[in-house]
C-alpha cells in the first residue's frame, strides 16, 4: 500500500492519493483498513 498525505492540511483534506500493488483505488467500491500505532513510529 501506499499513501500520498499532506499532513499540514486540514481534517478531511490531507490523504492526495491511495494506491495498492500500484494501483489507485476505485472511489466506487468500499475498503477497510485495519491499522495500530507503534511505539517509536512517526
Known amino acids: 500500500m501506499e499513501v500520498n498525505f499532506t499532513v499540514g492540511n486540514e481534517f478531511g483534506k490531507r490523504v492526495n492519493s491511495v494506491k495498492v500493488s500500484g494501483v489507485d483505488l ?6 477497510k483498513l485495519v491499522a495500530c500505532e507503534r511505539e517509536g513510529d512517526p
Open 26 to 31: 476505485d472511489e466506487n467500491k468500499e475498503y
